[in-house]
Each structure stands twice: as structure tokens, then as C-alpha cells.
């Protein structure tokens, strides 16, 4: 169990699905009205442009934050990144948080046209550019210069050694992927719980005394009242690559009523010391009820 007492919670949603101005509005503020404290758009090809549609985001809501989550720190100059993240910040009135990562889909990389680096190639570039940025933000005369005296808060996402550790110096957020470790460009699978909570306490000892966020990445939620066979059904869609009891346990699947699901999400506070839930745009609807059970009652 990760002792490292407990945050109030906060949930967001990561939007992964491009539409017209309209219905981009539209969705963003479905967000916000359904109670979620923050707004993330993903980083891949095919996928809404981050920025822009962080900017947009900002016009048409008031409280919701705005996050990247997260960005491929590889396909991006750092100096470049500076500027426009400042400048993304200033037109969202200081609401940015900004989500970085090592990168992992080597198809993107191609289709890019650009060599997929190694783990480690790729983790340099991610530690590159998080000094970099925070060197500049850091400079008075930086211009154009964030809302948010310093830069935004950062989200470091990942799970490999190496960037857990650069998160755990560096990050205000830290975003565990819920993956297991897989071989260098193969697709990815869940951890276990067992492999999720080594990840946050292999974190959870060397944050020290920094006050950090705890993130996780949830993959599927259902609201049902035969929690039973709704795993079952996952199991098989998952190619049974868990067993029904380590299913049950994940933090990345929540499955049940809504009140089953609240008490999953307790006991994955209590257990990971995470506070901070994300799931994915096609489960917007189905955990805004837990949401509100758990943040506005």
C-alpha cells in the first residue's frame, strides 16, 4: 500500500475524436457541465490537434482545466514548445496544464517520417525538453511569457524506471499508464494491480517531501448492476489476458454500480495513493455519475 495520505479526487476526460468547431464546443462543454475538473486532448495522429483545440476549449468553458495528455516530447523542438504552450496558457486564462511523455507508437513515428529512437533515446528527449522549458519559463524576460508565473504545472506520463524517476524530481502530476512492461514498440496490454501498485510506490519513494499528484488512465468503465458478467465480457474482449480475480482488482477497469464504482475508486486512493482519475471520451457519460457521487455530494 502507498501511504502518502489523501487528496481530495479529481477526474477528466481525455477527448480523442475530431468533428467540426460546433461539436468540439459542444463536447467541451458537456464537460464541464457534467462535473469533470479537467479537460485533456491526446497526441496522436488522426486525433485532435492539441493546442488549438485547448484554445477552443478555453472560449467556450469557464472552470474546467486543460491538459495535454500528454504530449510525444520527441516530435516536438523544445524551444518551439515553449512558445506555443505559453502562448496557449495566456488564451486560456492560466487553465493550462501541460502533459508530457516519452512517446510509444512507433507507427506514428513513421508515419511521421521520422525514426522511432530508442526507450532511452526517447527519455533523453523528455528530460531534454522539461529543463529546457522550465530554464525558460524561469527567465523574466521570457517572452511570450504563460499566464501561470513559472510555466504550467507539469504531468509527466509513463511507466518505465527512468521516467517515473524523472517525474518523481520533476512533475507537479505524475500519470501512470496502467500498462504492463512490454517489449520496445509492441502494443500495449494491462498491469496488474500488484504491477500498478509497484509502479506508484517505486514513485511514492523517491517523490520525498514534494507534494505530487498521483494520475492514472482509466481504459474501461461500465455501469452495471452484474459487475460479475460485465468482467467476464471484458475478460473475453481482452483475449484473456488477465485472470477474472486480477481483472476485478485493476484500477484501470471500473465495472459496477455507481456506488461499486465509488468504492473502487476509495479503494484505489487508499491502496495507489491516486486521486486523480482520466478516462477515456467514449466514457464521458458513463462515470459522470460517479463523478458527482463522489465530488458533489
Not at 85 to 92: K, M
Not at 96 to 123: H, T
Not at 221 to 246: C, N, Q, S, V, Y
Request: negative net charge; glycine residues 8%; aromatic residues 6%.
Amino acid at each position: 500500500m502507498v501511504s502518502r495520505g489523501e487528496k481530495p479526487f479529481r477526474f477528466g476526460v481525455n477527448m480523442i475524436s475530431a468533428g467540426t468547431r460546433a461539436e468540439w464546443a459542444a463536447k467541451c462543454r458537456r464537460v464541464e457541465e457534467l462535473g469533470y475538473d479537467v479537460l485533456s486532448v491526446a497526441d496522436h495522429l488522426g486525433m485532435p490537434s492539441p493546442f488549438p483545440s485547448l484554445v477552443l476549449a478555453g472560449a467556450v468553458t469557464e472552470r474546467v482545466r486543460l491538459n495535454t495528455f500528454v504530449l510525444n516530447a520527441s516530435f516536438y523542438n523544445p524551444a518551439l514548445l515553449a512558445r506555443d504552450v505559453a502562448a496557449t496558457d495566456q488564451f486560456v486564462d492560466g487553465r493550462l496544464e501541460l502533459g508530457l511523455g516519452a512517446g510509444y507508437a512507433q507507427a506514428e513515428f513513421e508515419a511521421a517520417g521520422m525514426p522511432f529512437p530508442s526507450a532511452g533515446a526517447r527519455v533523453d528527449q523528455l528530460e531534454l525538453t522539461v529543463k529546457e522549458l522550465s530554464r525558460l519559463y524561469a527567465d523574466p524576460e521570457y517572452v511570450p511569457s504563460p499566464a501561470q508565473p513559472g510555466g504550467p504545472p507539469l504531468m509527466i506520463g509513463g511507466r518505465g524506471d527512468r521516467l517515473l524517476s524523472l517525474a518523481a524530481e520533476h512533475a507537479d502530476v505524475i500519470a501512470f499508464s496502467g500498462t504492463a512492461k512490454v517489449r520496445n514498440g509492441s502494443p500495449l496490454r494491462l498491469a496488474t494491480a500488484d504491477g500498478v501498485e509497484e509502479r506508484t510506490r517505486f514513485v511514492a519513494e523517491r517523490v520525498g517531501d514534494r507534494d505530487v499528484e498521483f494520475n492514472l488512465l482509466v481504459q474501461i468503465a461500465r455501469i452495471t448492476d452484474d459487475r460479475e458478467a460485465a468482467l467476464r465480457e471484458i475478460r473475453e474482449k481482452l483475449g484473456g489476458e488477465l485472470t477474472l480475480d486480477e481483472l476485478a482488482e485493476v484500477p484501470t477497469v471500473l465495472v459496477g454500480t455507481v456506488d461499486e464504482i465509488a468504492d473502487q475508486v476509495r479503494a484505489h486512493r487508499a491502496r495507489f495513493g491516486i486521486s486523480y482519475f482520466t478516462v477515456l471520451e467514449p466514457n464521458l457519460e458513463v462515470l459522470a455519475p460517479v463523478v458527482d457521487a463522489l465530488c458533489r455530494r
